[in-house]
């Protein structure tokens, strides 16, 4: 079974043909919401709105611990997250869909990690490649067959949020080599490696991030929903094709 999380702009899979949610408690907490069961062409799926069915709980607020223990322990081991971000590189104009292969981290006060506490001995995890390459190239190809243009690669920046970003701030993570920019990036994908999660994200780049192209004194919202609406209909191309990799 697939697990796929939905991100802004996805609160609900048109695709998934539903069978059944679960409300889950983990020792984390409760996820975003209830987990909801269902196939997409026969091929079982499980879905999770990052913020919440009814897109209320902000980026610095989400449980991501709970979110990815509780895919976990339905002992799958895939799971897609779509993420939208601010493109910074010139050629992520909005609309772009991209699969990252890298993340710079600039978030800070989330909780990071399942392996906390005195009584346990200290775990370090590799963290070299952030993002699962079979995952990746799995959507890549059903890009592909999907006949859908995807950037492959990419240097995800996770921010804090919920604000934007300043024009300088986004200066300064271009100096670092970021290409895009989001909020919700991490911890998500750390957790999922502890976890031994095959982990990837397809990224939709809703607008151009701040002090860039149209958006170099503002970046206009409702623009950025607009855009973001229509992409996740390609989203959902690719992710009817991905499933094919997962059909049990
Ligand atoms: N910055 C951070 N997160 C985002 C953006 C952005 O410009 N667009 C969509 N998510």
């Not at 991209?98 to 005195?118: F, L, V």
């Not at 206009?220 to 959902?236: F, G, N, Q, S, T």
Request: glycine share 8%; charged share 20%; net charge neutral.
């Amino acid at each position: 079974m697939l697990a796929i999380i939905g991100g802004t702009g996805m609160t609900q899979l048109a695709c998934l043909e539903i069978s059944r949610r679960r409300i889950m408690r983990t020792p984390y907490g409760e996820p975003s919401g209830p987990l909801t069961f269902g196939s997409i062409n026969d091929s079982r799926v499980v879905f999770l709105a990052r913020h919440g069915y009814g897109h209320t709980i902000p980026p610095h607020e989400v449980n991501y611990r709970a979110n990815m223990w509780a895919l976990h322990s339905l002992n799958l081991t895939r799971v897609i997250s779509v993420a939208s971000v601010g493109g910074i590189r010139p050629d992520l104009t909005p609309g772009t869909l991209a699969i990252p292969d890298q993340i710079i981290d600039y978030t800070h006060c989330r909780k990071y990690t399942y392996h906390e506490g005195t009584d346990k001995p200290v775990t370090y995890i590799d963290f070299t490649e952030p993002y699962c390459p079979l995952t990746r190239s799995r959507l890549l190809e059903a890009a592909k067959r999907a006949n859908e243009a995807v950037m492959d690669g990419g240097t995800y920046g996770a921010t804090q949020g919920p604000r934007l970003e300043t024009a300088a701030e986004i200066n300064r993570l271009e100096r670092d080599g970021v290409d895009m920019v989001g909020m919700t990036g991490m911890p998500e994908a750390a957790l999922a490696k502890e976890l031994g999660l095959c982990y990837a994200t397809i990224a939709v780049v809703a607008n151009h991030a701040a002090g860039r192209a149209a958006s170099a004194h503002a970046i206009r919202l409702e623009d950025a929903h607009a855009v973001l609406e229509k992409a996740m209909i390609r989203v959902r191309n690719i992710l009817e094709r991905v499933v094919e990799f997962d059909a049990d």
